[in-house]
């Protein structure tokens, strides 16, 4: 599995954990939900700016976005 689908997996996971929908995060990120979903199923990859306020909607470090021990 490469990196953007397990990324994606992890934000999808802590997103079900905060009890939000595809859809409130993407209008947190002022896009639609079908562009949302393509970086939770690795289609697309994250930027720096997205990465860090990703972490921040769902109380994540980026270490725990990547996996990193």
Known sequence: MDLAKRVGDRIKQARKDKG?????VAKH????????????NGVFELNYEQIMEICKLLDMTPNEIFDFD
Not at 20 to 24: A, D, I, P, R
Not at 29 to 40: I, V
Request: glycine share 0%; net charge positive.
């Open 20 to 24: 939000l929908t595809q859809k409130e």
């Open 29 to 40: 990120f002022r896009m639609t939900q079908q562009q949302y979903s393509r970086f939770e």
